[in-house]
Nanobody
């Protein structure tokens, strides 16, 4: 089973920035569409961003939910086999555990997780 590892979370002040990383061993993430989901305390998990695989006809095309559009950037560095989520202008409502996944679908307005497996995630806390 493909196991993804999230890292890079931490405590940041509102308006600050964090970059999350998604890596995997034994798998080239270039060939995977990667989605980032998050779960705030007391709330359902929600998809926030995704990026296509490099073999897609829309290479490296991205999607963002409205709440993060213009603030978050998803990208991949093939040389490091890593997918990033650069988060700028962070708000308190961005607080949560962030997960990267491969089993999802993107609609016009949201991401939907297909399976029920989640990794460890990485905690992002936005607080003054």
């Amino acid at each position: 089973q493909l196991q993804l590892v999230e890292s890079g979370g931490g405590l940041v002040q509102p308006g600050g920035s964090l970059t999350l990383s998604c890596t995997a061993s034994g798998v080239t993430l270039d060939y995977e569409a990667i989605g980032w989901f998050r779960q705030a305390p007391g709330k359902e998990r929600e998809g926030v961003a995704c990026i296509n695989s490099i073999v897609s006809k829309d290479v490296d095309s991205t999607f963002y939910v409205d709440s993060v559009k213009g603030r978050f950037t998803i990208s991949r560095d093939s040389s490091k086999n890593t997918v990033y989520l650069q988060m700028n202008s962070l708000k308190a409502e961005d607080t949560g555990v962030y997960y990267c996944v491969t089993d999802f679908v993107a609609t016009g307005t949201s991401l939907r997780k297909l399976g029920d497996y989640w990794g460890q995630g990485t905690q992002v806390t936005v607080s003054s």
